[in-house]
């Protein structure tokens, strides 16, 4: 019997028992052996549980699954960074592999736990992290063997996306879309880390380092938004002929990258344009691949916790890549180098448009004010809208995608 502990009963925790439940048979055959989620732990005494769980396999204790030799492997599904990062690192000390589908420490600690991992022997997977249900850091594993990735573009955060497309189809404001968004749990009560690009930051930086063989940290990535996005901008947006999407992107060229997380008006016959909802979907350049697409749901109970278990099967049938995926390329940041167009509307209220702003405008779409700026500097922009004293809730912006 291969035994599983399990951190974390919540969407995704409860996805991977729902799943490892209904496929004893097609695990056995897998794995040569039955699948059991031998312990579960999760922090709110208060909280009732699914009666399908038998109490017995609840813990408070982490170290009930720590210690616990005849546990294999720790599936982390927990919404926790700092604790849960500690209970990771025991984790493989103890020999345990560890599978994961917590970006924000995949993002934080991912070179410290790789080599951890490849030190005590063991796999550190976390597949679910990114795209959630998307098949896509295998697929980047195997291709950066024989290709040099140049370009990783993705809608990867579903919550931003879903919001983005009810607002184009129905003409909703923000707040009142956000508030759908959170009665029908795809947000969360604090979205932040969702709607102001973060978590789309930490995705492109996973993805990133994998695909460019070289450290690509966090604050290598530039990082806007789409909080601000009024049916103002909405209906401008459409006029002009375009749809927004929040995307991240790199590109590499020789050793220089830059990585950017911002809002982009792309035309309505564009790959991305048609990626709605909470869909996710990425692509990848690769010098001999070409074009590679991937799309699917980014997030939910089934999909991630499938990722999840894809991630255990590897591990338990020894079929994970066991060489250290961290390359050792010295990447260099160019971040100073993103320029484009872009739509850029400011609110005011009875104050006068600086003529500094109005400097950027190549075309004026409203006097009041929205405009279609020059080419201009991703940091200039910014240089210039902090210098001014114009916080963030006040503009918009998107770069307009050629
Ligand atoms: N939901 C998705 O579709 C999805 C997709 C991809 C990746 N992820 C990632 O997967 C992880 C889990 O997401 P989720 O949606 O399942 O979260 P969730 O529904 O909020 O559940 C979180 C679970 O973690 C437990 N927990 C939180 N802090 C803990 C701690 N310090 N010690 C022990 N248990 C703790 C909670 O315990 P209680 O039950 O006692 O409150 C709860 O069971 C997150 O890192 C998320 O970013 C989620």
């Known amino acids: 019997m291969i035994n599983i502990g399990l951190l ?25 052996e039955d699948v059991n989620v031998k312990k579960i732990l999760v922090k709110n005494k208060d909280k009732e549980r699914s009666e399908e769980i038998p109490k017995e396999k609840i813990t408070y204790r982490v170290e009930e699954i720590l210690e616990d030799k005849d546990i294999m492997v720790v599936i982390e599904a927990t919404s ?48 679910a992290s990114v795209g959630g249900g998307i098949p896509i850091l295998k697929p980047l594993k195997e291709e950066i063997a024989l290709n040099d990735i140049s370009h990783i573009q993705g809608i990867l955060n579903g919550t931003s996306n879903y919001i983005l497309t009810r607002m184009f189809e129905e003409g909703l404001d923000y707040g009142e879309t956000l508030k759908i968004a959170q009665d029908l749990g795809y947000a969360e009560a604090n979205p932040s880390s969702d709607v102001d690009g973060y978590d789309t930051q930490r995705k492109l930086r996973i993805l990133s380092t994998i695909g460019l063989k070289g450290e690509v940290k966090e604050n290598d990535v530039l990082v806007r938004g789409i909080s601000s996005i009024s049916s103002f901008d909405v209906e401008q947006i459409k006029k002009l002929g375009y749809t927004v ?20 008006l792309l035309r309505s ?20 691949v070409g074009e590679l697409k991937f799309f699917g749901a980014g997030a939910g109970k089934l999909p991630t916790a499938n990722a999840v278990l894809k991630d255990v099967i590897d591990i338990l049938k020894g079929t994970y890549r066991k060489k250290n995926i961290l390359g050792s390329r010295k990447l260099k940041n160019r971040n100073e180098e993103i320029k484009g167009k872009y739509y850029l509307r400011i609110s005011l209220g009875s104050g006068e448009i600086p003529e500094e702003i109005k400097g950027l405008a190549e075309k004026i779409l409203d006097p009041n004010f929205a405009a279609i700026t020059r080419e201009v500097e991703f940091q200039e922009v910014d240089k210039l809208l902090a210098n001014l004293n114009i916080q963030d809730e006040k503009y918009f912006l998107a770069r307009i995608q050629d």
Do not use: C, W
């Not at 934080?108 to 976390?126: G, I, Q, T, W």
């Open 80 to 127: 926790d960074v700092e604790e849960s990062y500690k209970n990771i690192r025991k984790a493989l000390e103890q020999g345990k592999h560890v599978v994961t589908a917590n970006k924000a420490i995949v993002s934080k600690y991912f070179e410290e736990l790789s080599n951890l991992a490849k030190e005590k022997d063991r796999a550190f997977l976390y597949e």
């Open 8 to 32: 974390g009963l919540g969407t995704v925790g409860q996805g991977v028992v729902e799943i490892v439940n209904s496929s004893q048979e097609e695990l056995k055959k897998l794995v040569g």
């Open 245 to 264: 999407k929040l995307i991240g992107e790199t590109n590499i060229i020789d050793e220089k990258f830059t990585a950017v997380v911002e809002p982009v």
């Open 269 to 288: 016959d564009s790959y991305f344009a048609n990626v709605n909802m909470a869909f996710n979907a990425i692509s990848l350049e690769g010098n001999n």
